[in-house]
């Protein structure tokens, strides 16, 4: 979890990577990897290779894995869900209403609630993924001891689809809202962070951190985005 004087940096593998891929993706990680000081990275990864991530991983300091999404529900007649307690012990993460997922799979504020809940009674912590335009009411589907547990994460639509990141301002101004709205929860920002812009948003000390998708599937793009952070 992240600490007090720690960041994050989430890498979103999204459903980009193959199984071939992922392969040579960990293959290279594993072997070129350093740890950076006060930086945790957390791998968000697809259902089908939490355990083969968590297992390549798991002796490597400072990084640790999260799920891409989990079930609303228990475990039980749920057809094609996946519980969150199955996976604890493997990941430490989930992420919750990615924008992704509200758009293609069209999860409620209600779902997305589900998922936290059942996320931190499994011993998870929940990065939830909002916009401002949902960010209230968001929340206030939110148990607020569930929300204790979790991290925010602001993720504009405009900024991840044109990958363009916000500026340092505008970022600024968003974890503050995020933040006043969840009785101060830590803050991530995702859209359009590479290696050029990333040391800037590090710094903006309202982040907790930041959530990387296209400049993570590359892994030596994702190795040297994380060197410049040293
Ligand atoms: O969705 C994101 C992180 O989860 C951001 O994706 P990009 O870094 O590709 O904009």
Known sequence: MVSEQGKMVVANWKAALSPVKVKQWLDVFRQRYRPVSGIEVVLAVPSLYLRQVYREVASLDGVAVAAQHVSPYPPG????????????????????????????????????AGQVREAVSAGLVPILCMERAVATAQIAAIDSGDLERTVLSYTPSDAVQLEVAHGAREVRDAAAFFSALSG???????????????QELMGVPELAGVMVGRSCLDVSEFLDLLETLR
């Open 184 to 198: 101060g929860r830590p803050v991530l920002y995702g859209g359009g962070v590479n290696r050029e812009n990333i």
């Open 77 to 112: 007649a749920y057809t094609g869900a996946l519980p969150a307690v199955w996976l604890a012990g493997m990941a430490g993460y989930t992420l919750a209403g990615h924008r992704e997922t509200r758009k293609y799979f069209h999860e409620t504020l209600q779902e997305v």
